[in-house]
């Protein structure tokens, strides 16, 4: 049985979230566009190469990802997967729990989905 695309999105949503815990960032990168928009809930923004230098320096360090994956809604090549996350996470050498809401779009690109966009809201 073939899988939808619904159901790839949700699964490749998952496959980035443990590939930015396990801190495997050629598999994240192997997921993100190169025009990845990667928008924290403090209104940081990253683009796909200054997020994983951020990574790789240790600036971010993710101890925790719990990601629950609502909603994925697929029109034509593109993917909206809204989800809500918890995050134990050192950023700047400040340890951090969060709570957010997340907003993913992923876009089909050469056959291959890839996320173009992360939006963290923090929960009130």
């Given at each position: 049985?073939?899988?939808?695309?619904?159901?790839?999105?949700?699964?490749?949503?998952?496959?980035?979230?443990?590939?930015?815990?396990?801190?495997?960032?050629?598999?994240f990168?192997?997921?993100?566009?190169?025009?990845?928009?990667y928008?924290?809930?403090?209104?940081?923004?990253?683009?796909?190469?200054s997020?994983?230098?951020?990574?790789?320096?240790?600036?971010?360090?993710?101890?925790?990802?719990?990601?629950?994956?609502?909603?994925?809604?697929?029109?034509?090549?593109?993917?909206?997967?809204?989800?809500?996350?918890?995050?134990?996470?050192?950023?700047?050498?400040?340890?951090r729990?969060?709570?957010?809401?997340?907003?993913?779009?992923?876009?089909?690109?050469?056959?291959?989905?890839?996320?173009?966009?992360?939006?963290?809201t923090?929960?009130?």
């Open positions: 049985m073939a899988v939808s695309d619904e159901q790839a999105v949700r699964e490749l949503e998952g496959r980035r979230f443990r590939a930015i815990m396990e801190g495997d960032l050629a598999a990168r192997n997921l993100a566009h190169p025009d990845l928009t928008t924290h809930s403090s209104g940081a923004l990253d683009t796909l190469e997020f994983l230098e951020k990574c790789e320096s240790a600036y971010f360090v993710y101890h925790r990802i719990d990601h629950v994956t609502g909603s994925a809604t697929v029109v034509g090549d593109t993917a909206v997967v809204v989800g809500d996350m918890r995050v134990d996470m050192t950023a700047g050498g400040t340890r729990e969060l709570s957010n809401r997340s907003l993913g779009v992923w876009v089909r690109m050469e056959g291959k989905w890839r996320i173009l966009a992360h939006q963290a923090a929960k009130r």
